[in-house]
């Protein structure tokens, strides 16, 4: 009984101690001079979004979709007007074999 | 072409001139900053993408079903819109992401089933290129699983974990960050509208071309 009573007077202390080094260790590490840097990395190639300008992707971003959609309005009234050329050449070629 | 065709062009035409001014004036977002607004013709473009597959899968089924040779010119012309919104959908988001997310790309479920989505829709135009007699029928069964991807596209980003914005921002945007959205999406809805009259007129001419070389070479 008295045995264990001490035991577990011995590990009150122990967890006492182990707390007060927990709490005490950020205030320590606070108060500690920063580590020297040991390289210097450029700012150009650090993958942080807020070192990515945004007026180019933005501007990007508009003039591709813009190219893209004028692209296939172009192209499609390409495709439109070629196939109704054709239409109208062999609408007037079986007009003049009626005819013939 | 109908009657309110140029009328609508015209209206379209002016909405794009105007978008950029409304979206100049709308606010930079807290966190992202001036590269938010990619949103702004990125969303349109994906709900377009969105809408696209599902007018080919509809129009497929009901050629499937009917075999009118008028719902497969719809598909067909739907399907090309497909992967035409799906190109601007998956350029501009990566764009954005670059600067909102840090990278261009990553493997969640909203951008590899976008990814997928815009993936059918190249299959059933080289299916319908390059299928020879019969792939009207087997583009139209690969135009299904399109349409049964679109609601995959939607919730994805509500049901599994992404860093893509969910749904929800939507409905959530301030009147000034709203209007401007909007505006893009009518005037991205008048296009797609547009854009179908005249691919479908083209399946028409082609259609009348193909009956016209009959009657000629007989």
């Known amino acids: 009984m008295v045995r264990s009573m001490l035991l577990m007077r011995t590990f009150a202390r122990v967890a006492v101690l182990v707390l007060c080094c927990a709490a005490a260790a950020p205030a320590a590490a606070h108060g500690q001079p920063p580590q020297p840097q040991d390289e210097f990395v450029p700012v150009g190639n650090s993958p942080a979004p807020e070192q990515i300008p945004a007026a180019p992707l933005l501007i990007g971003a508009y003039v591709i979709v813009l190219a893209g959609l004028f692209t296939y309005v172009f192209s499609l009234s390409r495709r439109l007007g070629a196939v109704q050329r054709d239409v109208e050449r062999l609408e007037g070629d079986l007009r003049r074999k009626g005819r013939a | 072409m109908p009657k309110w065709f140029s009328p609508a062009a015209i209206l ?22 001036m590269v ?13 993408f969105l809408l696209a597959p599902l007018v080919c899968g509809v129009s497929s089924a009901f050629f499937l079903a009917r075999g009118r040779p ?21 350029i501009t988001g990566p764009l954005w992401a670059r600067r909102a997310w840090g990278t261009w790309w990553v493997w969640d479920a909203r951008l590899t089933s976008s990814l997928v989505g815009w993936m059918i829709g190249w299959a059933y135009l080289i299916l319908r290129r390059y299928g020879g007699p019969g792939s009207d029928k087997l583009a139209a069964g690969v135009a299904l699983f399109g349409a049964a991807n679109v609601p995959f596209i939607y ?15 939507v409905p959530r945007l301030p009147v000034d960050m709203g209007v401007p959205l909007w505006f893009c999406v009518f005037a991205f809805l008048l296009l797609f509208m ?11 001419a082609r259609a009348r071309l193909d009956a016209l070389y009959v009657a000629h070479d007989e």
């Open chain 2, 155 to 169: 919730i994805s980003v509500n049901y599994w974990r992404t860093i893509h914005p969910p749904t929800t921002v």
């Open chain 2, 12 to 33: 379209c035409g002016l909405m794009f001139v105007v978008s950029p001014v409304l979206i100049a004036r709308a606010p930079d977002e807290a966190a992202m900053g």
């Open chain 2, 194 to 204: 547009l854009l179908m009259t005249m691919r479908l007129r083209l399946e028409v």
């Open chain 2, 36 to 48: 938010y607004k990619i949103y702004y013709y990125h969303m349109p473009s994906a709900w377009m």
């Open chain 2, 70 to 90: 008028e719902d497969d010119r719809r598909a067909w012309a739907a399907a090309e819109l497909t992967v035409l919104f799906g190109a601007l959908t998956l």
